[in-house]
């Protein structure tokens, strides 16, 4: 989420470095050049942390300033690629353990259903026996 | 513990008839949206659809564009472990020059797509060395380094280098309209994002003219491909002008290379392409050719796919070239 004008304002009447300040000056009070920057950023923080969480942040082409300030350290995600086979893991088991229960309610209703026929013919047709 | 809920990438990805080939479309609409438009323009559509014709995908790609254009970094994240772990020898390299024709299609490539390019490169584990020589094959100039869009420079350059550019063509209209006068230091700092801009600017009208007929535009990265095969069965004897210019380029634009590139760095590339080092003895170039043309030759690729032997081809032939290049040097 990009900040707004007050806070661009405030982060650079507090910031010390000449250097740095006149850059946040000249990048991010202009519209059309922040607009720009925020879209790079953006697209370099997800770098960033597609990197960390891939173990891809000594790689190559990741060093420099942008490495500097767009590395995080890993945050303890676990692998998309794992989890997505861990959820159809728990998906077949739970279609698995459904058949099983769906053929069980399906013979003990079969089962129930001969049982009630049986009685009923047997109550109120004992002739046929 | 994660929500045990499919999310919709992994709902896509579950039916799709190839998981790798849809986390490739992914991570191609994402590179081709990474351009600061914000949006998918019609004529990158349309390239994704070319270059990802045969991609055994079967789904709209609506999907796709709305992750891509989020973007969803959990989902690309899985695109990217997919990708890593499906694609690998010649594919990797297949992948990586549609995802350079992706960001090089309209010209000068931005930097956001520059940090995504070099990604991709990372993901797959090709060395930057191979990624500069498979990047100046496809678009037809070398890999330059990242714009800052942080430093004031940069702004000031290609802001004047714009102004520079527009005073020059009401000149040019008016004829003796005066230019505006700048500091030498302004001269300095526009002059490389000048010259690498014309430079693309040239790409790009090079690219137009070659694209006379839509439909050649059309069917271009095909044909590129058909080309290369074909060229690897030609005879060697048929020295045509035209071949030994791509002879000399070690790439698809050896037209353009042998324009513009000077004999040293002509050289640097065919080295690059043997992994050599600079001042490479005559034995050293016959070891590493050999050992690459043990490796690389396309009768390794027979049983593969058709797309690996156009890509082992097209390998071998850059290979065969930066060889003869260094021996004719040597000579």
Redesign the interface.
Known sequence: MSASDADIARAIARCENQAVK??A???LR?ES?KR??D??YG??T??G???A??G?SH????KG??ANDFSISADGE????A??KA??G??VRVHDAWQQVRRVMLWGGGISLATGAGVALLMFAPDLF | M?S?R?TPF?RL??SSRNEADTAALLLLAWLAM?D?Q?TLSDRKRTLLDELTGDFRHDHGYQLIIDLASA?D??A???A???L??YYRGPRRETFLRQAIHVATHEGALV??QH??L??L???LGV??ET?EVLFRDVAGYPLAV?E?????HY??SRESADHRHSSQQDRHDTHGESSRERTDGEEDAAQGSRGRRRKEQRYRQREHAKDGHDETRRRRWRWRREEAGQREQAHDGQHSDEGERHREGFSHEGAYAKGHASGNEKAQRALAVLGLMENAQKSEIKRAYRRLAQKYHPDRYHAQSQEAMVTASLRFQRIKNAYDYLMRQHA
């Open positions: 006149a850059a000056e000249n990048v202009v050049r720009e920057y879209q790079l697209t370099l997800g770098i942390l597609l990197r969480r891939m891809l790689a190559p082409y990741w300033s942008v676990y692998a998309r690629y989890e997505l959820k159809v728990r998906a | 994660a045990s499919f992994e990805l579950l990474s600061g914000g973007p970094f959990v690309l994240q899985l990217a472990e997919v890593q772990r930097a956001g940090h995504v070099r990604f490169a990372d993901l060395a930057p990624f990242p800052d869009l942080s430093a004031a702004w000031r």
